[in-house]
Structures are given as structure tokens and as C-alpha cells.
Nanobody
Framework: QVQLVESGGGLVQSGGSLRLSCAASGNTFRNYDVGWYRQAPGKQRALVADLTRGGTTNYQASVKGRFTISRDNAKNTVYLQMNSLKPEDTAVYYC?????????WGQGTQVIVSS
């Protein structure tokens, strides 16, 4: 099983920036499609951004131009750079990987954006 640990969340003012990190266990990370999801209070977990093993990215429309997903396969880590944060970005952020036919989730990291 792939273990995922998110970090980098916290409290930030509107307009600020955070970089989330997700460290994965294992030795085949470069073969995984990866993604960031978030769950705001009262809402379902939703895709924020994903990045395939081949380098293709996809973003939720509301974060395009503000967020960037990237990965460092040598460090088994996926990142989410979040700029120009808005209160609507407040949520618990989860990283996920597809390892073969299985999907794994981290525990989540809280992001709170104050107005």
C-alpha cells in the first residue's frame, strides 16, 4: 500500500500563497497519476488538479491561473503551489495517487483563507 503524507497547510490571508506537499512511499512513484482534491465544509470532495505520469495537467476552472501542480519523482513528492488564495479555497486538501488499479489517499491538510 502507498502511504501519503500531506504538509504545508495552514492559515493564510486572502491574496496569500501556500505550497502543499505530498510525500509518497514506494519505489514506483513515477508510474503514478497524481492529484489534489479538496473538501470544503458542506461540500463533496472535488478535484483541484491532477497530473499524469506523462505530464498532462488538469485544473478545476476556479483555480486555473492561480494553482500549479507539479511533481518531483526523485523525491516521491507532488506539490500544489497555491497563489492568490481566496476564502473560497478554504478546505481540507488531500493528495491521491493511482497505483495500478488502486487509488490511495492521504490524511489531508487544512487550508484556511481568511478575508
Amino acid at each position: 500500500q502507498v502511504q501519503l503524507v500531506e504538509s504545508g497547510g495552514g492559515l493564510v490571508q486572502s491574496g496569500g500563497s501556500l505550497r502543499l506537499s505530498c510525500a509518497a512511499s514506494g519505489n514506483t512513484f513515477r508510474n503514478y497519476d497524481v492529484g489534489w482534491y479538496r473538501q470544503a465544509p458542506g461540500k463533496q470532495r472535488a478535484l483541484v488538479a491532477d497530473l499524469t505520469r506523462g505530464g498532462t495537467t488538469n485544473y478545476q476552472a476556479s483555480v486555473k491561473g492561480r494553482f500549479t501542480i507539479s511533481r518531483d519523482n526523485a523525491k516521491n513528492t507532488v506539490y500544489l503551489q497555491m497563489n492568490s488564495l481566496k476564502p473560497e479555497d478554504t478546505a481540507v486538501y488531500y493528495c491521491s495517487v493511482f497505483a495500478g488499479a488502486l487509488r490511495y489517499w492521504g490524511q489531508g491538510t487544512q487550508v484556511i483563507v481568511s478575508s
